[in-house]
């Protein structure tokens, strides 16, 4: 394969993923859970870490460990799947009136494909998001970060099977995070 090439096939698949994101990211704004529930690997795990102002030199104490420390979110498919249910009873306390959220998905970054570029299974991607939600009169958040996802293909095209969700802020200001990042 001739660089060109292969350069080509990374762009095609940049592409590709960007799609997906944006494609998701839809979905969520517009609320369609079932659908977005459907992007999701059955063994996906959807974790963000919480983050702590540290020393210099102390970088690896910033984020709180998987497994062994709280977290915002760590969670699977089955949890994922009970919090939309919740939220489409109608009766979910911090989602009625619903959340009216735009997610802002930019600089996507395919870091990595197997087994190749021009045929991957998986794919290792980044992205940068602004998440902007208002509820009810006056109650906006904003939330700023980056994401580290994990993608497989699969017969039915992309699903999201790893994500860490790494949050600007490390006070979170919301009220409540019923939302998906």
Known sequence: MSEREARIDRLLLGEE????????????????????LGLLADDIRYWMPMRRNVKFGEDDREFTRADSDINWFDEGKETLTRRVKQIETGIHWAEEPHSRLSHLVTNVQ??????SLAAPREVSVSCRFLIYRNRVETETDILVGKREDSLRREEAGWLLARRRIILDQNVLLSKNLTFFI
Do not use: K, M, N, T
């Not at 960007?18 to 859970?33: N, S, T, W």
């Open 17 to 36: 993923i960007a799609g997906f994101l944006y494609r998701e990211a839809e979905l969520l704004d517009q609320r369609r859970y079932q659908e977005w």
């Open 110 to 115: 395919v870091h990595s494909a197997e087994p």
